[in-house]
């Protein structure tokens, strides 16, 4: 028996290497989580796990629209800028239901995405300068629409979105784990899904074999930007007001983060659907237990970083293979 | 005494032997053409020269010394400079500030001294036929001028050998004649030039040797003024002309499935494409195999993709079982029926990450689905139809591309465009760095498409392929079809006396 431990790290460090990108993520969720059960008073209350999923959801959702994008090898900066546009449209709508506010933040998605998709697909600009523009140019607008102001919302029914319950868990959640089965179905099931790994595998490639990477690269940040908006609505009906210069700041990084410590690769040609959630998940519960054992904000970002540069670190460990 | 010397020279890359036991020798003052076709080693060996690349075994020799060049930097300081078909300066510097990169002339104050760059750029820039502004961005020049900036450039930094890359493949004519001057006055310099070129004309007019690579070896090295040009072809395409085999050593049958009389599944009409293509027009008919031949650069590969809708044309329209795409864009081209196997496998052909099936499945999944949902069922049977029929090794279908073998790789890619049923199939160098077993299940494969009545264009390097593989032979040189073989002149020698004909003009 000895005999083959001695044998075995040579085999388990290979496989260790293939294995860490893909579940590293998960590995981590559960060793802070242990930690945190032992170490942190309240830890395991339902009111916290509850509080902890309310403020990952919205970044799940724009995270999962990311993913999507980077796996073309793309990236989207305006996923920000796509929620404060669609919480300055929700006061100017919600007179007409809450119907209408919704389909008026969507159609702003959809706008967007469609901008960021032609810059990207037919002009040919690189994503990280297409989507600059509506990153820039989307807040300012927001802003414009809604004239700098912060404005209260007292929709029940959007209210209800934000903060009521289902089942005993917040709707905010149950919409966010419908959009990931959803995404989920969409990158494994779906022509578009397939396409879409593809182009973000080998672009020539696929333009040779007669696919429409134009229309398919298009609908991605269409989508991406759907689900931006989507995210910018719950936002607003979380917190019961709208306002445009603070809504959605700074997102975009951290769903870049959920989706690179996630285990997707910037190069393109994988999606991880799960291991985004996770990887927001981690990034959630890491600011948690930082916050719940008194650390500054700032040494909470300096792990941050550290976290992410071991995903990148990971992830380039399996490509030298 | 050679200025540089190459002895016994070998370099292996996983799988194959890239340079094998390589010798020659550069004179004082000598130009040498360096040529071969793709894949001999003339850029494996090149790398060497400069020290991209470390030799495996053997040594160079440098000016009588043994030398070791560890970064290409160290081969350029001690005098080797190489100038790339692409030209690699700063393009949005001043042309005066790439000539006198990193040896910038500086004033009392230890600063930059513009005034004396931009004069004596001028100065030596018009001893090469520049006469553009120094000043300017080098990016706004005509690529010739760039080349003789770099050629400049080159010559400045006390170079004793001048490597040109295909130098005049983006030129004028009237800018190769000036780089013939600018070739003669370094010559006249002492100064050792090794030049690569497949424009034998080129060769025959400025250069005093010869060294012909094939598949690593040097099959042969001498004066060049004593090699007929179509012993240079026979060389360069791998068969002595006495030796020429009438058995043929592939797999092909060399039988014609082809009816004569057959409306043709492909026309294509005079495809131009400014600089590459230049009118080329032929008919493919059902079963048969039209071969394209010519030597590198003369247009093959641009006109395959042209056809498939992947290279830019300005005119020309093609044509498939009767209907008119125009200029097919390659959603149109596939749609159609046309399907292309690039020359790149790795860069445009599979999808490395990706499994075997959905790489097999790529471009018919609309086909494969309902309402956008992919059926798994479905893939599978196309997926296991042609992994049996095309003999494709994978442990799994779930295996990633990348992970296969050269010709499992291939294989994959043709099974991708069988998937689509098409009624051309346009065949890029199919049997290219693939093992020999594989090389002729391919060809094999390539005569059974045929016979099943598609039409197919192959364009092969291997002239052996091409000629035992093709019913009939288009050939081009710079763009031009130069001649067409049919019948019983589909034989080698008719095929390089052809493409050396067509460069005495």
């Not at chain 1, 709508?93 to 389909?103: E, F, H, K, P, R």
């Not at chain 1, 007292?154 to 919409?175: A, C, H, Q, T």
């Not at chain 1, 941050?304 to 540069?309: E, F």
């Not at chain 2, 247009?299 to 009767?322: C, N, Q």
Request: aromatic letters at 4%; a neutral charge; hydrophobic letters at 50%.
């Amino acid at each position: 028996m000895t005999e083959t431990a001695v044998a075995r790290p040579a085999v388990d460090l290979s496989r260790l290497r293939d294995w860490l990108p893909k579940y590293g993520v998960y590995l981590a969720i559960v060793l802070l989580v242990l930690y945190n059960i032992f170490f942190t008073p309240y830890f395991l209350t339902w009111s916290n796990v509850r509080i902890q999923l309310i403020q990952v959801a919205p970044i799940v959702i724009v995270a999962l629209g990311m993913a999507l994008v980077i796996g073309t090898e793309g990236i989207d900066l305006s996923v920000g800028s796509v929620m404060a546009l669609a919480a300055a449209l929700i006061p100017l709508y919600l007179g007409y239901g809450v119907i209408a506010a919704i389909v008026a933040s969507v159609v702003a998605g959809v706008a967007v995405g469609f901008i960021n998709g032609v810059l990207v697909a037919r002009v040919g600009l690189q994503p990280i300068v297409a989507t600059l523009a509506l990153f820039v140019g989307g807040r300012g607008l927001a802003v414009v629409i809604s004239q700098g102001q912060l404005k209260d919302v007292r929709n029940p029914d959007l209210i209800y979105l934000g903060s009521g319950d289902l089942f005993g868990v917040p709707v905010l959640v149950w919409i966010a784990a419908a959009l990931v089965l959803v995404v989920a179905f969409l990158v494994r099931r779906t022509v578009f899904g397939r396409r879409l790994l593809a182009i973000g595998g080998n672009r020539p490639a696929t333009e040779l074999a007669g696919l429409p990477v134009k229309r398919v690269l298009i609908t991605v940040y269409v989508v991406c930007a759907v689900l931006a908006s989507i995210a910018g609505l719950l936002a607003v009906a979380r917190i019961q007001s709208s306002d445009a210069s603070a809504v959605g700041l700074l997102i975009e990084l951290s769903a870049i983060t959920a989706v690179v410590v996630g285990g997707t690769p910037l190069t393109g040609g994988k999606v991880r659907v799960l291991g985004t959630v996770a990887g927001a998940l981690l990034m959630q519960l890491v600011i948690a237990t930082m916050i719940k054992h008194n650390l500054q904000p700032s040494t909470t970002e300096m792990v941050q970083a550290v976290i992410i540069l071991i995903a990148v670190y990971v992830a380039r460990e399996r490509k030298t293979r | 005494m050679a200025l540089l010397e190459v002895v016994d020279v070998s370099k292996i890359f996983p799988g194959v032997r890239a340079l094998d036991e390589v010798s020659f020798r550069l004179e004082e003052g000598e130009v040498h053409a360096l040529v071969g076709e793709n894949g001999a080693g003339k850029s494996t060996l090149i790398k060497v020269l400069t020290g991209v690349y470390q030799p495996d075994a053997g040594e160079l020799r440098y000016a009588g010394e043994p030398a070791r060049f560890g970064t290409p930097m160290e081969a350029q300081r001690a005098g080797i400079s190489t100038i790339y078909q692409e030209v690699n300066l700063v393009p949005l510097m001043s042309v005066a500030q790439n000539l006198f990169l990193g040896r910038e002339p500086r004033n009392r104050f230890g600063l930059l001294d513009r005034a004396r760059m931009d004069r004596e750029a001028a100065e030596m820039l018009a001893g090469y036929g520049v006469t553009a502004d120094v000043r300017r961005p080098l990016g706004t020049l005509a690529l010739g001028a760039q080349q003789m900036v770099a050629l400049a450039r080159a010559v400045m930094i006390d170079a004793k050998v001048v490597i040109m890359d295909e130098p005049t493949s983006s030129l004028e004519p009237r800018e190769v004649e000036t780089l013939f001057g600018v070739i003669r006055d370094l010559h006249a310099r002492g100064i050792g030039i090794i030049y690569v070129s497949h424009r034998l004309d080129e060769l025959y007019q400025i250069c005093d040797a010869v060294t012909i690579l094939r598949d690593g070896r040097v099959v042969h090295t001498g004066k060049l003024a004593d090699l007929e040009r179509i012993r240079l072809v026979a060389l360069m395409l791998g068969r002595e002309m006495a030796e020429v085999r009438r058995e043929g050593a592939t797999a092909f049958s060399g039988e014609a499935t082809a009816d004569d009389d057959a409306e043709p599944i492909l026309r294509v009409i005079g495809l131009s494409s400014r600089n590459k293509l230049h009118d080329v027009s032929f008919d493919v008919r059902p079963g048969e195999v039209v071969g394209l031949g010519g030597l590198l650069g003369a247009g093959r590969s641009e006109t395959i993709k042209a056809i498939g809708g992947a290279y830019r044309l300005d005119a020309g329209d093609v044509r498939v079982d009767g209907v008119d795409l125009k200029r097919p864009t390659t959603v149109q081209a596939v749609k159609a029926g046309i399907a292309v196997q690039p020359e790149d496998r790795k860069a445009e052909g599979i999808i490395p990450g990706l499994s075997v099936r959905e790489n097999i499945a790529l471009a018919v999944l609309p086909r494969m689905a309902r309402f956008g949902l992919v059926s798994d069922a479905k893939i599978d049977a196309v997926v296991e139809r042609y992994m049996t029929r095309l003999r494709i090794k994978a442990s799994s279908p779930d295996q990633a591309v990348g992970d296969l073998s050269g010709g499992n790789q291939q294989k994959v890619l043709l099974a991708r465009l069988l998937a689509t049923n098409p009624k051309v199939l346009l065949l890029d160098e199919p049997t290219r760095g693939i093992d020999v077993g594989a090389k002729a299940e391919v060809q094999g494969l390539i005569d059974e498409l045929a016979a099943e009545g598609l039409g197919v264009v192959l364009v092969s390097s291997d002239a052996e392929e091409l000629i035992e593989g093709a019913d009939r032979v288009v050939v081009l040189r710079d763009g031009v079809v130069v001649g067409t073989l049919t019948g019983a002149s589909v034989t080698t020698e008719d095929l390089m006396a052809t493409i050396a004909e067509a460069a005495n003009d």
